[in-house]
């Protein structure tokens, strides 16, 4: 099973950009679609972004189009969430995840890092 650790959350003011990142470790990175989940306090984990397993396919809540841009490099074992323009209601708990498919549902989730916060003030 794939190890995830997400970095690059903080606390920055509407309008400012976050880079999050998510290291995987093992060999078989390259085997895994990747997606990033959130989840605000009282509300339900929720998928913004997923990408396939050669960064050919991708996916966005509606939400964040045009504002989180999904990226990942193999060779690094990593995942980037770009995210720009943030707005107040963008702050929660990031989660990075790794599945068998690109539409990320959750139940078929294999791996899920700890999660990092944004918190994004007005």
């Known amino acids: 099973q794939v190890q995830l650790v997400e970095s690059g959350g903080g606390l920055v003011q509407a309008g400012a950009s976050l880079r999050l990142s998510c290291a995987a470790s093992?060999?078989?990175?390259?085997?895994?679609?990747m997606g990033w989940f959130r989840q605000a306090p009282g509300k339900e984990r929720e998928k913004v972004a997923a990408?396939?397993?050669?960064?050919?396919?991708?996916y966005y809540a509606d939400s964040v189009k045009g504002r989180f841009t999904i990226s990942r490099d193999n060779a690094k074992n990593t995942v980037y969430l770009q995210i720009n323009s943030l707005k107040p209601e963008d702050t929660a708990v990031y989660y990075c995840?790794?599945?068998?498919?690109?539409?990320?549902?959750?139940?078929?989730?294999?791996?899920w890092g700890q999660g990092t916060q944004v918190t994004v003030s007005s």
């Open positions: 995840a790794a599945g068998p498919r690109s539409t990320m549902d959750a139940s078929s989730v294999n791996s």
């Open positions: 093992g060999r078989t990175f390259s085997l895994y679609a």
């Open positions: 990408i396939s397993l050669t960064g050919t396919t991708t």
